[in-house]
């Protein structure tokens, strides 16, 4: 069965620095999607950036970006020039057959 | 609207009693998904829906829990002879199509049970 990890239960960052968020995930297939969302204080969840497992060119959207290693089953979230309205729980999310297979969550805390 | 919407957003009750949750997902999409989310943890999943059908309900935790979607569209999660243990937020999902499509999420339902 495949499983989701986030290592990191709490991460802060000063704002308009860089933090790196982790995620390792198991799994036999060989083409799936990844996804990273976020979850703010409002509770909507929100998706933050897609990538399928098929392209070896790492996704961006705007100051978020990935670092997905398929080999070594990875996926980190990078977010650069952090901004005090990126604070929330982020939550890393593998696609299989039918449903998503979510990771237990960051929480992200900006340093004004 | 455009989004998935759910009701209603705050639901209190008393232990005993049942309660109905309320999904309505974006127009044409097939699948539609239901979750838990405690306070402060990640997301459990309870059952999920192509069309009318449900061909995972794996996720209910138990017999009290039970989910219908009617017309391929709305759907109810319903929770009977409600417990203090059924205290969470109840988050709804649609996808256009399944096999790990993008899932686009609901406001949820916080339900109390007191």
């Known amino acids: 069965a495949q499983t989701v990890t986030q290592s990191q239960p709490e991460m802060s960052v000063q704002e308009a620095e860089t933090v790196t968020l982790s995620c390792t995930y198991d799994t036999s297939e060989s083409d799936y999607y990844l996804f990273w969302y976020k979850q703010p204080p409002s509770r909507q969840m929100i998706l933050v950036i897609r990538?399928?497992?098929?392209k070896q060119q790492n996704a961006t959207e705007n100051r978020f970006s990935v670092n997905f290693q398929k080999a070594a089953k990875s996926f980190s979230l990078k977010i650069s020039d952090s901004q005090l309205g990126d604070a929330a729980m982020y939550f890393c999310?593998?696609?299989?057959?039918?449903?998503?297979?979510w990771g237990a969550g960051t929480k992200l805390i900006i340093k004004p | 609207g455009a989004g998935v919407s759910q009701s209603p957003s705050n639901k209190v009750t008393e232990k005993g009693k049942d309660v109905e949750l309320r999904c309505d997902p974006i127009?044409?999409?097939?699948?539609l998904y239901w979750y838990r989310q405690s306070l402060g943890q990640g997301l459990e999943f309870l059952i999920y829906f192509q069309g009318n059908s449900a061909p995972d309900k794996s996720g209910l935790p138990s017999d009290r829990f039970s989910a219908e979607r009617t017309g391929g569209s709305v759907s109810t999660l319903t929770i009977q002879r409600t417990q203090q243990e059924d205290s969470a937020v109840y988050l709804c999902?649609?996808?256009?199509?399944?096999?790990?499509?993008?899932?686009?999420f609901g406001p949820g339902t916080r339900l109390t049970v007191l």
């Open positions: 999310a593998y696609g299989g057959n039918y449903q998503l297979i």
């Open positions: 990538q399928e497992a098929y």
């Open positions: 127009s044409g999409h097939t699948a």
């Open positions: 999902a649609s996808s256009l199509i399944t096999g790990g499509d993008e899932q686009f």
